[in-house]
């Protein structure tokens, strides 16, 4: 049981590459969302999904797009990386809204 | 919009004092609260989930307690370890959107 795993664990990109971060989780949870992390202000939620086929947008949703076409996977996709998107990316998920939030280990990026 | 809010930002405290985390909350409407463990480079760890209906939650040193109608939720650490150094995060959960996070309390245990 691995819990929640993120690839990749460190990211470089240049300005105006696109990538794609990847979370998965093995506990059948059907609630997965992604934060990003910057000093001075928190967690900031991107996008959640409730379920497979089912997303939604969070607080910072601008710049990133999400599917969730299989409940296990939930992927982030940059889709022109700014400097601003620099930030700790963390992927967690949770049986339930009300359930316990299972976090993985997060992916570093950098933008030059 | 919910809010949540810590404080202090940081604390330090010599080894094997009993310590107090504050967390308050704007919107008194939740279904939990989840308090975390983050250490430096890392992601973060559950400590305790209290659900609403709860007033505490215990496990080892760690109590949790919860008073909704006040929006406050208060994390007591017992005799603390230079282990316990990490930034303790509260996050609450309100039905609309996944969690709501306050900027955390960075706490250094001195031996």
């Known amino acids: 049981n691995a819990g929640v795993t993120q690839t990749p664990k460190f990211q470089v990109l240049k300005t105006g590459q696109s990538m794609t971060l990847q979370c998965a989780q093995d506990?059948?949870?059907?609630?997965m969302s992604w934060y990003r992390q910057d000093p001075g202000m928190g967690l900031r939620l991107i996008h959640y999904?409730?379920?497979?086929?089912?997303?939604d947008q969070g607080e910072v949703p601008n710049g990133y797009n999400v599917s969730r076409s299989t409940t296990e996977d939930f992927p982030l996709r940059l889709l022109s990386a700014a400097p601003s998107q620099t930030s700790v990316y963390f992927c967690a998920s949770s049986s339930s809204g009300w359930g316990e939030q299972y976090f993985g280990p997060g992916t570093r990026l950098t933008v030059t | 919009k919910q809010e949540v809010t810590q404080i202090p930002a940081a604390l330090s405290v010599p080894e094997g004092e009993n310590l107090v985390l504050n967390c308050s909350f704007t919107d008194s409407a939740i279904y939990n609260l989840q308090w975390f463990r983050q250490d430096p480079g890392k992601g973060l760890t559950s400590l305790l989930l209290?659900?609403?209906?709860?007033r505490e939650q215990t496990s080892g040193r760690l109590n949790a307690s919860l008073d909704k109608s006040s929006g406050r939720s208060t994390l007591y650490i017992a005799a603390s370890q230079p282990g316990d150094s990490a930034t303790y995060l509260c996050a609450v959960f309100s039905g609309n959107t996944p969690l709501v996070f306050g900027k955390g309390t960075r706490l250094s245990v001195i031996a």
């Open positions: 506990m059948n949870h059907e609630y």
């Open positions: 209290i659900q609403s209906s709860q």
């Open positions: 999904s409730v379920g497979a086929g089912i997303t």
